[in-house]
């Protein structure tokens, strides 16, 4: 379906900002976790994983802002209004790009809230 | 806390009264789209994150390490076995570390000190819960939780098991003893006493012959049961069964015969079949137990 668009927006596209934030999710605490594991000495610092964590966030980060400024300015240009209630391949390719940022956005501050705690925190307790 | 809570209740009354009373009726799109990105959006994010970094860095002061007594706890259907001034361990251990002064259902604190609470459980999930104190803290089984507290007001305080456990789940609390230093050492070496019981004492007679010391501790006789609570000191104790009765002679004996409808599923049999006498006896010996 060409309608004259960078990119085709698709289910893929749409998930890829909140799984940007799964994975960082997933990376952030492992690493931590098997840092601290049997968690024997709890006064033990975390400072190497706290610098993995923050370089993370900002990989993840960016990979998220990217998804963003993508699908709004593919939005914006292609003139995206709300509602997307028209039954139409171009209607369906805005309210995807518009799900999409709305995703992104959320994606953002999710990936902020899991690396905070390695900002504030450390050692091991 | 209070404040927050009051501040919430009036802006989400006073939010109510405005869309219901002082301007009823609809909104335009403007106006609902930028209700949804300050009020839905921005807002929430701003507060939320205030909250969580003010949260996030209250976390390691909370946990800091102990400077009192490290006092182990294990969570048993439905009562609190107790023991004082345990070697503690660092970290995460699989099991409750042996030894110490055994205890049960209460549990003394010095005032002003950090004491540390390992927290154990032989059968299912428990949770110890002292809301005046500190958070909950869940038992679990195979695993050793930490639980720092530092009680400023002396006094008695309630405790609850806070984790659905069984039958007797709701009657399974104790009671939390607030004092000074001196005099929490003070009891610790009380409870560190044998009892005084004279071998032909009637009513310590009856304990042995109904098997009571089978399950039952009373330190300085030939009762070394583990399975129920610690009987040395039982008299010394506000309640009965976890907080279940007060102490009392009469609730003793309550409690010896009439165990199960009293507290409903605990690991004790009802000695019901006792006599009146027999049952008095004990529970007037199990009295003298200071
Ligand atoms: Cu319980």
Redesign the interface.
Known sequence: MAIGNKTRDNLWTLITAPTIWGVHFLLCYGSVAYGCAPNENIFQTIGGFRIFVGGLTVVALAGIGFVFMRALGEWRRNGGRIPHEEDSAEVRERFLEFSTVLLAGLSFIAVIYTALPAAMMVDCR | MLAGAVVIWVAVIGLSVFATKIRPGAYGEKAGLRLIVWGG?VFP?VV??AL??WG??M??VL?A?ANGPTIAVSAERFWWRVAYDVDGE???AKSLPEGGVPSANEIWLPAGLRSEFLIGSPDVIHSLWIPSIAGKMDAIPGRVNRLVVEPTKPGVYNGVCAEFCGDAHAQMALRVVVVSPEEYEAYVARQSQPASVGADDEGFRRFTENGCDACHTVRGTAATGKVGPDLTHLASRRTIAAGTLPMSPENLATFVGFTHRVKPGVQMPSYGMLSEDEIAAIAGWLETLK
């Open positions: 959006c994010v939320l994150t969580l970094v996030l860095q976390m390691p946990r390490e660092p970290g995460v």
